[in-house]
C-alpha cells in the first residue's frame, strides 16, 4: 500500500527547515532508513531532515462578492444554476494568492502509524492522521460496504443520507445517529449516484434506477449500454453518461408517473463519465478527452474541447466559469469569449491524476473547491487562487465527494465513508 503516491512531491516535514544539520561532512541526500522511520546509524552520513524546498514568489489577489456553484443544490442559499458567460470586464486572477495566505505543503502518512505499530507516538516526524490542515474536521467515520463508495447523495428534505458501492447494493444512513438504516441490493455496481428533489437516482450496468423516497415509487430506466457513469437534472431531462459513449435523457411524466426517454445524444467516441449544467448548457466530459458543449434548448452540441490529454473525469460551473478535471494532472478553467466559444483562461497542474471537483462556501462565504486525486487524496483549495488549504488523505481512492448543509461535506473510499466539516473562523480581537 503506498500511501504516498509514486510521483508525488517531497515537501518540508513539521519544524523548522533550519533544523536541518548543517554539517558540512553530511552527503546532501535525505536517509531513506530515516524517512521509513526505523534508522540506526549513528553518526548517519545522510541527512535526518528534508532539503529545504523554495517557494515562489506569492501576489496578491483582490475578492469581490461571493461566487457560487452550479451544483450547490441550494444548501449556499436560493442561487440559479450558472454556468461560462461572456464578461469583459472580469478579472483574472487565478492561481493568484493572497499575501497573507500560508500554505501548508502536503506531508506523508507514517506507514507504521496505518497499520497500528509506530513506535514513536508524538515524536514520529511523519503523520498520524488522515488529515492535514486546521480548516477542517472529521466528524465520523462509517464503514458497511464490501467494496469502493462510488457514489453519495442527500434528497432534500429528508433526514437520511445515500451510499451507493462497487459492491452492488445501496445504503440508507440516518443523519442524526450515523445508523444505517437499510441496505437495498442490486443487480450490479453503482456507478454514480444523484439526487434531486425527492428523487434518488442510482445509475448500475444497463439501467437507471430511480426511488421516490417520499411515495417509496421505485422505477427503473432502461437504455444504457454498459455502466452508467454520470448523471445530471437540467431543463427537467434526467441526462446519463453512458459507457458506449451516448448520452441518454428522460422526462418524468406526471400523467404515467414515469419517466420517458426523450433524447440521445450521440458524438463521444469513448464512455462519458462526466456531466454538468450551466448557462443553459449540457457539459460532458468522456474517455476520449474531449469536452462537449451541449444547447439544452436544441440539445445539438455547440462546441467541443479538446486541450485535455487524458479522461475528463469532472465538470463544475462556477460563476461565469467552467472547471474541468482530468487524469492529464490538470484542473483547467474556462470562459466564454465573445463568440460564445470556451477557451481556456488558467491551468492548475498537480502531480497526481484528477478524479472529482466538488465545490462549497466556508462560513464567511468563500468559495472551496473539493478536488480527489488518484493518490488516495482530496486537496482543499480557496478559489481562485487555488491556494491549498489542506488534504485529506485515504487507505484507497476517494471516488466519491458530496456537498451537505453546513459546511458539512462526504468523501467515500473503500473503506466507507467520512463527515467532515469545514471550521468556523476564529475570532480576533
Not at 502518512?109 to 497499520?115: A, E, G, K, L, S
Request: charged share 15%; proline share 5%.
Amino acid at each position: 500500500m503506498d500511501l504516498d503516491g509514486g510521483n508525488r512531491r517531497v515537501f518540508n516535514r513539521l519544524g523548522s527547515p533550519s533544523a536541518a544539520p548543517t554539517d558540512s561532512s553530511k552527503h546532501q541526500k535525505v536517509c531513506y532508513h530515516w524517512r521509513a522511520g526505523k534508522c540506526t546509524r549513528f553518526p548517519c552520513p545522510f541527512l535526518h531532515s528534508e532539503l529545504p524546498h523554495s517557494s515562489g514568489p506569492i501576489t496578491a489577489n483582490g475578492s469581490g462578492a461571493p461566487k457560487r456553484f452550479a451544483d450547490d443544490s441550494g444548501f449556499s442559499g436560493p442561487a440559479p444554476r450558472r454556468g461560462p458567460n461572456f464578461n469583459n470586464n472580469h478579472n483574472n486572477s487565478w492561481g493568484r494568492m493572497g499575501p497573507n495566505k500560508v500554505v501548508r505543503k502536503t506531508e506523508k502518512i507514517c506507514n507504521y502509524w496505518v497499520q497500528g505499530n509506530c513506535n514513536y507516538g508524538d515524536k514520529c516526524r511523519f503523520l498520524h492522521s488522515w488529515s492535514l490542515g486546521e480548516s477542517f474536521t472529521m466528524l465520523n467515520h462509517l464503514d458497511g460496504h464490501q467494496k469502493v463508495v462510488s457514489g453519495i447523495a442527500l434528497p432534500a428534505g429528508m433526514d437520511k443520507l445515500y451510499t451507493g458501492s462497487k459492491d452492488e447494493t445501496v445504503r440508507a444512513w440516518d443523519t442524526n445517529s450515523g445508523q444505517c438504516m437499510g441496505v437495498i441490493p442490486l443487480s450490479g455496481e453503482v456507478g454514480c449516484m444523484i439526487s434531486e428533489g425527492p428523487w434518488l437516482f442510482v445509475g448500475i450496468p444497463n439501467i437507471v434506477k430511480a426511488w421516490n423516497t417520499q411515495t417509496n415509487l421505485e422505477l427503473s430506466l432502461s437504455g444504457p449500454v454498459g455502466q452508467v457513469y454520470a448523471m445530471v437534472v437540467g431543463n427537467d431531462l434526467l441526462f446519463a453518461g453512458t459507457q458506449n459513449g451516448t448520452i441518454l435523457a428522460w422526462k418524468f411524466n406526471a400523467v404515467t408517473n414515469n419517466f420517458e426517454p426523450a433524447v440521445s445524444l450521440k458524438g463521444h467516441t469513448l464512455a462519458v463519465v462526466s456531466l454538468v449544467v450551466g448557462a443553459n448548457r449540457l457539459y460532458s466530459g468522456s474517455m476520449d478527452h474531449s469536452i462537449k458543449v451541449w444547447s439544452l434548448e436544441t440539445l445539438q452540441c455547440l462546441q467541443t474541447l479538446t486541450e485535455h490529454t487524458n479522461v475528463v473525469m469532472s465538470l463544475l460551473c462556477w460563476e461565469q466559469f467552467l472547471l474541468s478535471c482530468s487524469l492529464d494532472q490538470t484542473i483547467k478553467v474556462w470562459v466564454a469569449t465573445e463568440n460564445g466559444n470556451l477557451q481556456v483562461t488558467y491551468t492548475h497542474n498537480e502531480d497526481p491524476g484528477l478524479l472529482n471537483l466538488r465545490g462549497m462556501h466556508d462560513s464567511e462565504s468563500k468559495p472551496v473547491l473539493l478536488c480527489a486525486c488518484n493518490d488516495n487524496s482530496v486537496r482543499l483549495y480557496d478559489l481562485p487562487s487555488f491556494s491549498e488549504r489542506g488534504k485529506i488523505f485515504a487507505k484507497e481512492e476517494i471516488r466519491a465527494i458530496e456537498v451537505g448543509p453546513g459546511g458539512l461535506f462526504f468523501t467515500g473510499d473503500g473503506t466507507g465513508f467520512r463527515v467532515w466539516k469545514l471550521a468556523e473562523p476564529i475570532a480576533t480581537s
